[in-house]
């Protein structure tokens, strides 16, 4: 150290690296002010004499989402005041990158919560923008844009508005048509009201279609009834595993049940259809077919699949014909589907909120919901006149069918827990970890379950 | 290999009978078998390019296209803006090379001719800038650059570059002391400036160091995906990893993994060119700054 304070070249290098520093970031800064002042003066007065503002939409960089740049210009002739600019990134990087903008003050004016991240994280981090004063200075009303009530009331914390519901998805039964006919099974129905159409039953039809072989090509399975995500599953069998605060303490349950006999007999019916039946496929078994595609029933080794009506929107790809069906009564008379519902959402650092709410408005009329459900490829509308369109966009699948199953799925619906509790998506991780050796049958629900209702009470507490 | 015929110089070659050494044989065949194992992968990448939409489906995999969609190879123009992306990424990896050669390389050369007090300890300084993970320093260059107005914009994945990376820096140093002083001396004689002597007489030299230099900061830059999604937001300016990425984003569809397959046999394509071309060099390369 003596020696460097002694040496005279390494201070005067140091010297010049700082000055060339100084001189590098003074200049950018000096620039950069110059150009908000001269780009902000609209903003200043956009209340006013309708100048020009920029707003950017920032959404998942894939075709279901970025449909919208096609909208643009219809808008833009519309609001010859407002420009909207589209940002994006891959799905896996979507957070990430919201939260850089957000801490480098370029904070995107709409999106929603299109990554790993769900609305509850979102708003304990106090990212969103309150809508309510804007909802009542504008005179928007839901049933101007046929959005059903209910749905608005995902995105009201306390009384006040945080989201505009925008796309909704259920959770639904997608049946292998081909294999139906090949074991002689007749079809599962798709009114909800049809009682007879158990889990039991559904058990009985899956155990026709099963046939395990040595040969992994000819082995095929009656049904994957991985419901919703990993967490919400007992709420099938009417078991409830966080408490009814849930809802309306900001996405803080004050308990959760994980290790109730109920919670844990609720698993164990689902685990039954992989080890007692053998009539659903074992984890490893699932991946090694599937492949990276995630999803064996894509590759036709599947009868009965319940997932998310997203996958309907590939339907018209898949290799063999395919219905939609019930998920069936699993004796519990409320939730027999997860609703997954994505909202439009205005940032708290946004410069422009009533020019992005004039925007949100655009994509909630019935036309432009219509138009988004062809341009996206089918995503399903919250708007229910627009759902008509919806219903008929699948080929070989009777309209009536979707429609009915849409219906009854809101009906016994239960929303998605994933965008409602807060740190969610450790919630998720820690969960397809720990149920990991389950879905294996390397151990048992008693063994892991009092675990996971540990280790969910210190994620909650964070 | 040569070892037998070094333990019995002096035996008759009629007692060995040019008998073939198991050994040689055994070595050979696993080698054959690990090169089939290391091209499998690659094979079924362009195997999977080639497949229609359906087949990729299927299970279980075939293992040559059933029908060759050679179609594949012009739909993915139309797809993802294919031809943009592999532009942009060439525009961007080609200004990052240069800078990193011209600031590392002139970084280094200061580091390797010049003895002065302090010498060590801003190369230790320098070293240890490579043990900062890059997502520690992500939010402050972003807020940086957003001040600059380079958002949206090549500038944040270019310019650094043109400020030396430590690695390549301490690659270069290390090839640079190895060039003899009389060489210089002579240089100096004739009357050679600095900069004079480090571009006439040290870049000539180090032609397999640079070329080295170069295919790091091209591959680094080639596959970067993290920079790119921070910094470019428009579809227009995106490169090829943000694009492939984008392939698979969607949570409703099916990947279309044959596509994908399509943009990587494409994008390898750079490379394994420019590996070809500085082949030599790079092996060589490797070869003197490991030894000495």
Same mark, same amino acid.
């Given at each position: 150290m003596n020696k460097i304070m002694k040496s005279k070249r390494p201070a005067v290098l140091l010297t010049t690296a700082l000055t060339a520093m100084v001189a590098i970031s003074g200049c950018g800064g000096g620039k950069s002010a110059g150009n908000v002042a001269a780009g902000d003066s609209g903003a200043g007065n956009s209340g006013g004499s309708g100048e020009q503002v920029t707003i950017s939409h920032y959404t998942i960089d894939s075709e279901d989402r970025t449909f919208i740049e096609k909208l643009i210009p219809e808008f833009e002739k519309e609001h010859p005041n407002i420009k909207v600019k589209v940002e994006k990134a891959p799905y896996e990087q979507f957070d990430s990158k919201l939260q850089t903008l957000i801490a480098g003050g370029n904070s995107p004016d709409v999106t929603s919560?299109? @990554?790993? @991240?769900g609305f509850a994280e979102y708003y304990n981090k106090d990212?969103?923008?309150?809508l309510t004063d804007l909802i009542k200075e504008d005179g928007f009303k839901a049933e101007d844009y046929n959005i059903p009530g209910n749905l608005m009331?995902?995105?009201?914390v306390n009384g006040r508005t945080y989201g505009i519901p925008v796309n909704m998805y259920v959770t639904l039964m997608l049946y292998n048509k081909d294999m139906f006919d090949a074991a002689g099974v007749s079809y599962p129905p798709s009114?909800?009201?049809?009682?007879?159409?158990?889990f039991e039953r559904m058990v009985e039809d899956a155990k026709k279609m099963t046939l395990v072989s040595d040969d992994i090509a000819k082995t095929q399975y009656?049904?994957?009834?991985?419901?919703?995500?990993r967490d919400m599953r007992p709420l099938y069998f009417g078991?409830?595993?966080?408490?009814?605060?849930t809802w309306t303490n900001g996405g803080v349950?004050?308990?959760?049940?994980?290790?109730?006999p109920e919670v844990i007999a609720a698993y164990q019916k689902l685990f039954d259809l992989v080890f007692?039946?053998?009539?659903s496929p074992t984890s490893e078994w699932s991946k090694s077919v599937a492949g990276?595609?995630?999803?064996?029933f894509v590759a036709g080794k599947i009868g009965m699949s319940i997932g998310g009506s997203w996958n309907l929107a590939g339907?018209?790809?898949?290799p063999f014909k395919i219905g939609v069906a019930a998920?069936?009564? @699993?004796?519990?008379?409320?939730?027999?589907s997860t609703l997954f519902v994505d909202p439009l959402l205005i940032l708290k650092?946004?410069?422009h909120p009533k020019e992005a709410f004039e925007w949100i408005k655009y994509l909630m009329t019935t036309e432009v919901q219509e138009k988004s459900i062809e341009l996206s490829g089918g995503n399903p509308p919250v708007n229910t006149e627009a759902a008509e369109v919806y219903y008929k966009?699948?080929? @070989?699948?009777?309209p009536q069918d979707v429609k009915k199953v849409y219906e009854g799925a809101v009906k016994y619906g239960y929303e998605s827990y994933n965008h409602l509790i807060t740190n969610y998506s450790q919630i998720n991780d820690m969960f397809i970890n720990e149920l990991q050796p389950v879905e294996t049958g390397h151990k048992t629900l008693e063994e892991v379950m009092p675990v996971i209702q540990k280790k969910v009470t210190e994620i909650i507490k964070r | 290999m040569s070892t037998v015929k070094a333990a019995s110089p002096? %035996?008759?070659?009629s007692r060995l009978r040019r008998r073939v050494d198991p050994v040689k044989i055994a070595s050979f065949i696993t080698l054959v078998i690990t090169t089939f194992l290391m091209l499998l992968p690659l094979f079924f990448m362009v195997s999977t390019s080639l497949k229609s939409k359906r087949e990729m489906l299927?299970?279980?995999?075939?293992?040559?296209?059933? %029908?060759?969609?050679?179609s594949n190879y012009t739909d993915i123009f139309e797809t993802l803006q294919f031809g943009t992306l592999y532009k942009n990424s060439l525009i961007i990896a080609g200004f990052s090379v240069f800078g990193t050669l011209l600031s590392s390389a002139l970084v280094a050369y200061g580091f390797a001719r010049y003895r002065g007090r302090g010498n060590n300890f801003w190369f230790i300084l320098l070293l240890s800038?490579?043990?900062?993970?890059y997502p520690a320093i992500m939010i402050p260059q972003f807020v940086l650059f957003s001040k600059m107005q380079w958002?949206?914009?090549f500038l944040p994945l270019i310019v650094?570059?043109?400020?030396? %990376?430590a690695y390549n820096i301490f690659l270069l140093r290390q090839f640079f002391s190895t060039l003899p002083e009389e060489l210089f001396d002579a240089g100096r004689i004739d009357g050679c400036g600095e900069l004079r002597m480090w571009r006439t007489i040290a870049l000539p030299l180090s032609a397999p160091a640079l070329a080295t230099v170069a295919i790091f900061a091209f591959i680094y830059s080639w596959n970067d995906l993290l920079t790119p999604v921070l910094y470019l937001s428009s579809s227009d300016k995106f490169t090829l990893p943000v694009g492939m990425a984008s392939l698979t984003s969607s949570r409703f569809r099916i990947p279309p993994w044959h596509l994908l397959m399509v943009a990587s046999v494409l994008a390898m394509v750079p490379i394994v060119t420019l590996f070809a071309i500085a082949q030599k060099q790079f092996v060589e390369g490797i070869v003197l700054t490991g030894i000495k």
């Open positions: 919560h299109y @990554g790993y @991240g990212m969103l923008l309150d009331k995902i995105y009201t009114d909800y009201e049809d009682k007879s159409w158990t009656g049904v994957d009834f991985t419901w919703a995500e078991a409830e595993p966080y408490s009814e605060d349950p004050s308990e959760t049940h994980f290790d109730s007692k039946d053998k009539v990276q595609n995630g999803d064996p339907a018209n790809d898949f998920v069936p009564w @699993g004796g519990n008379e409320q939730v027999r650092d946004s410069k966009h699948f080929d @070989g699948i009777d | 002096l %035996s008759p070659p299927k299970f279980p995999p075939t293992f040559l296209p059933e %029908s060759w969609a050679w800038t490579m043990m900062l993970p958002i949206d914009t650094p570059a043109f400020f030396g %990376s």
